[in-house]
């Protein structure tokens, strides 16, 4: 049998395996659940919807016009669960420039694809609570327990970093700034980097360590930065949350956290990881990073 092992042969081999490699990497995926059949084409960045496996003629197709990792990945890690992607409910509809007209006057709308998105645990999620919504239009895709009022933990943070942007944008800090660190940020608990009040870090290696660090010491730091004290930072926070209509949100401090009283919803969440994203798409160069430094890469001592 090896005699027809010889060169052109073997090359012959791997070409049709890396031609099956391809052909499968770009092939639909199909997902069936009870009632309804989800086809995801990662080469055309679509998802479609077929609802009744029975009859494949009622098929909607809704593009992801911004970005595929709305429907396939998600910045954040948090309650809004919105790596379920499979978990569309079969009333969406495709996306109307009604709708797209309606995010862009009020950027904090999150509006139904249908007139209601039926709320009943059909992934069998075991949060307390998730959503799933269109990043563009602010269409909600699928939704479970989205106003019950949880610790947002480090989602906090994604409020913190909201108004961090902001300030930037606004001109009143810039990357390239030294901030301090207090005793009060030096002694939080939890995640963090070990700030020292004896050391500076840049705006930029704040957000670096916020981001892929969740570092509550480092956004303590900043909060102080920016607003002169936690406490009035915090105040700030709600503020924000009160413009973008976050009703079933209430922040006791910047980093997350568990405090009495300090609640959001997977709604809320939606509605203000949406608004960081639309209005500061490069955050993901902070929120992206896989493996990066601090300190010149020196081990910290603590």
Known sequence: ??????????????????????????????????????????NANTLNIVANTTNFSNTTNMTNSSTNSN???????NATNTSNNTGTSTNTTTNTSADVSKAEEDPSLLTNATSEVTDNNSLNLESASAILIEQSSGRILYAHNIHEQLRPASVT???SILLIMEAIEAGKIS????VPCSENAASMGGSQIWLDTTETLTVDEMLKAICV???????????EYIAGSEEAFVQMMNDKAYELGMSDTTFKNCHGLDEDGH???????AIMSRELLNKYPQITNYTTIWMDTLRD??????
Do not use: P
């Open 1 to 42: 049998m090896y005699k027809y092992m010889n060169k052109t042969n073997v090359k012959r081999f791997f070409s049709i395996l890396l031609i099956l490699y391809f052909f499968i990497s770009y092939s639909s995926f199909v997902y069936a659940s009870d009632d309804s059949l989800y086809v995801w084409s990662s």
């Open 71 to 77: 429907i396939s990945n998600n910045i954040s890690t």
């Open 157 to 159: 943070k994604v409020m």
């Open 175 to 178: 990357l390239t700034d030294s």
């Open 213 to 223: 660090n969740s570092a509550n010491d480092c956004v303590v730091a900043m909060a």
């Open 263 to 269: 609640v959001s919803s997977s709604y809320d969440i």
């Open 297 to 302: 890469g020196e081990t910290r001592a603590f």
